[in-house]
């Protein structure tokens, strides 16, 4: 999972995933799912920082003075703040919240982003799972570079290409607020590998904190599947 959901533990070294690769699924895989406003809506509800530490803000419109604002989440637990857009008109915003009586904030609804980016995303964490499982067992991760079963997942993931429409998998699991911890530190995500009675594997993964349980997500082809639990309100 990238550092954006939280993720400091399961990491690859250096090395494993080239500059080219990583720069590239940094850029056309991991961005799209990142910047989409589903995933801002749960990484914010969830108060996850990103690389630079700042939980990014939600938009949305003041009602009664026609005014963007911003809703800023506090990472102390605090609460979440509300104010105008940088580029908003702060002093109509202001005259309006002292001289209304009333108030309505309206904010988008955010859907799940499209199959196609969404898929190639949980294709990426199965594959880069498998390697970290291989180098945490003492075992070489080149051995996945060999394997013609993973030629088109690897293919999908770096360029995109092979059939557009990958099938993902999704089911609750959780309430939305329902929190797990260790020990004192909240679990915001998992992942496990499963052999199954058939062809292939399941590769799991998962956010776990607040903004809406775990689901598993799974991208099946060439009788190989991946999958990743994602987050989604009841």
């Not at 993720?7 to 720069?23: A, E, T």
């Not at 509800?45 to 800023?72: C, Y």
């Not at 702060?90 to 001289?99: D, N, Q, T, V």
Request: a neutral charge; hydrophobic letters at 40%; one cysteine or more.
């Amino acid at each position: 999972m990238p550092e954006s959901f939280g993720n400091s533990d399961h990491v690859l070294g250096p090395g494993v995933v080239c500059d080219g690769c990583n720069n590239y699924i940094a850029r056309e895989v991991e961005k799209p799912i990142l910047d989409s406003l589903y995933f801002t809506e749960r990484r914010f509800s969830a108060t996850i920082p990103n690389k630079r530490g700042r939980v990014i803000p939600l938009e949305g419109l003041h009602l009664q003075s026609r005014t963007r604002v911003q809703t800023h989440a506090d990472l102390t637990g605090e609460g979440v703040s509300i104010g105008a857009h940088p580029d908003a008109d702060e002093a109509r915003f202001i005259k309006s919240l002292l001289g209304d009586s009333s108030h309505a904030l309206i904010f988008p609804m955010a859907v799940p982003p499209e199959n196609w980016a969404l898929a190639r995303f949980v294709g990426k964490v199965g594959l880069e799972a498998l390697a970290h499982r291989l180098i945490k067992a003492n075992l070489s991760h080149e051995e996945l570079v060999d394997k013609p079963e993973l030629d088109a997942l690897r293919s999908f993931v770096r360029r995109g290409s092979g059939p557009r429409h990958w099938t993902i998998a999704r089911r609750q699991l959780y309430l939305p607020d329902e929190v797990f911890f260790d020990g004192k530190d909240p679990i915001l995500f998992g992942y496990g590998i499963k052999l199954l009675n058939c062809r292939g594997m399941w590769e799991s993964a998962g956010l776990g904190r607040g903004p809406g349980g775990p689901m598993i997500l799974g991208v099946q082809s060439a009788g190989t599947r991946f999958g990743a639990w994602q987050s989604y309100d009841a």
